[in-house]
């Protein structure tokens, strides 16, 4: 594991947790944070997928305006996270994903993964961005990105249950996607949010989690569930 200096195509620089796998790579993941920064629970999860064989990298999306931000989940950390993203841009979010992209491409076909506003980065990037596979996990802000057209798979995944974002308003968002697009897999509803894991830490969902909504969900497709990209 290491945190790498990454430089943007509009000069900006950002750092990025990275963690490569033993033996050869099977591609790449790019985990996009929540509004708290490239905190415990994403560099959790960044590991996680090291450790099923790819390799992984976590940009610091708010060092653009902060460097090394890593929030409470708390009033006073949503407070603070909520005012650096809405100093974003889908403009300078593209550029740093795109670094992050470039970096880790060396390992083969490059898939992306992110958490409320990260899960709206992901569906930006799906549209604009040279990734392979996505999947949005209750990602926040859809609506604005609904003229936009995803470029790759996208799946979107979604508490059953929960208190702390409109799960509904996010698999409306889904299912118009999909309707529109070919590439959109079926919203899924992840049934375990509704069992104590409603809040906003991204790391209590696995890399095995992911598979096996991916699995369940596009089964049709010959999706075998052994990683994030399709065919594989």
Known sequence: M????????????LSAY??????????????????????????R??????????????????DRFEKDVDLGYDAKGIEQGVAFMMRTT????????????TTVSHAGR?????????????????????????VVY??????QLLPDTPRCPVMFTSASETRTFRSATSIRCATRIRRESSTC??????????????????ARSSPSDARSNSSASTSARGNRGHSPFPGR
Not at 18 to 43: D, K, L, M, W, Y
Not at 111 to 116: D, F, I
């Open 45 to 62: 999860v960044v590991e996680q997928y090291a450790a099923e064989g790819y390799v992984a990298i976590a940009p610091a999306m708010f």
């Open 90 to 101: 889908n403009a300078s979010t593209l550029a740093d994903l795109d670094a992050a992209i």
């Open 138 to 143: 209750y990602g926040g802000g859809l609506p």
């Open 185 to 202: 897999i079926p919203p899924v509803t992840d049934s375990t949010a509704a069992s104590g894991r409603t809040s906003t830490r991204p």
């Open 18 to 43: 990275v963690v490569r796998p033993e033996g050869t790579p099977r591609g790449a993941i790019v985990v996009v944070q929540e509004i708290f920064g490239v905190n415990s629970h994403v560099r």
């Open 2 to 13: 290491t945190t790498l200096q990454l430089r943007a195509s509009d000069g900006n620089t």
């Open 110 to 134: 490059v898939g992306m993964v992110g958490y409320c506003w990260g899960g709206r980065s992901t569906y930006l990037a799906a549209c604009h961005a040279n990734i392979a596979a996505a």
